[in-house]
């Protein structure tokens, strides 16, 4: 079983380059199933109901998120009704959408399992991911369990890898938008990495145009942060996965 898992796909120049990457990667590395955050998609803040139907056409078959979940307020109508969108699990109850999902494989009876989750470390206070994590765990009913974990702290996102060493698949960190060199197997089987980095324009700030975001560090002024284009690149790594136990056999670091 592979799986690949695109890093944070960022507003237009990111939704270019994954409408053709993802797809050139399925078929090259027989690609059973592909995962993608797509908390920025819209503009670099938040997605809308359209774009998730275009990450649909690009291959995507489960979008995750993470704190931006909530930027664009016209998903919330219809959050509840996708069965390939999810939201961070750790979010206060009661809250739209679903924190976790299983997805059959077409022609087998294989089940992904895919949970995401939220860190605490500099960002909005949220339920604790470690617990919420073991309650999601329990409500899935398959060996093959990925968790994309949306979080700022590396030693926040390393304990997570560690804390569910054995009970899933894989952990992969989101949300800093740079590709970490640090992807391994943990000893008993689940494969790690601190951030699978981002889809979009790598002449940026992490997305945003450079200008914009020099502006805002060094007035200390709001800005317009607007999508930067060029040089485009999809991020993100490929797990090899044993179907009957559940773990990973490698993980791979992908850059296009």
């Known amino acids: 079983m592979k799986i690949l898992f695109v ?16 797809a050139t990667i399925r078929n090259k590395e027989s690609i059973d199933f592909v995962i993608a955050n797509g908390e920025n998609s819209a503009g670099g803040f938040g997605i809308t109901l359209p774009i998730l139907r275009k990450l649909e056409r690009y291959g995507v078959d489960c979008i995750t998120s993470g704190n931006h979940i909530w930027d664009k307020k016209e998903i919330i109508a219809d959050i509840d009704t996708l069965t390939n969108l999810i939201r961070p699990a ?11 999902q299983t997805f059959s494989i077409s022609d087998s009876n294989i089940q992904i399992g895919v949970i995401n989750l939220l860190g605490r470390s ?33 030693a926040e996102k390393k304990a997570m890898g560690f804390w569910l060493d054995g009970k899933v698949s894989a952990v992969l960190g989101s949300h800093t938008h740079v590709q970490s ?3 391994q197997i943990l000893p008993q089987g689940t494969a ?24 805002y560090f060094t007035s200390g002024t709001p800005q317009r942060f607007d999508s930067a284009r060029g040089n485009e690149h999809l991020n993100g790594v490929i797990l090899d996965i044993d179907e009957a136990a559940g773990k990973t056999l490698s993980i791979q670091r992908i850059i296009t």
């Open 7 to 22: 890093g944070d796909i960022y507003g237009k120049p990111g939704r270019k380059i994954a409408s053709s990457a993802i």
């Open 90 to 100: 750790n979010y206060p109850e009661p809250v739209h959408g679903k924190g976790s």
């Open 122 to 154: 500099f960002m909005a206070q949220v339920e604790c991911p470690f617990r919420t994590a073991i309650n999601e765990i329990k409500k899935l009913d398959t060996s093959i369990i990925i968790v994309d974990f949306h979080a700022e702290s590396p």
């Open 181 to 183: 060199a640090d992807e």
């Open 192 to 215: 790690y990495i601190t951030d699978a980095g981002m889809t979009g324009g790598f002449d940026s700030v992490i997305g945003v145009k450079a200008r914009k975001s020099i502006e």
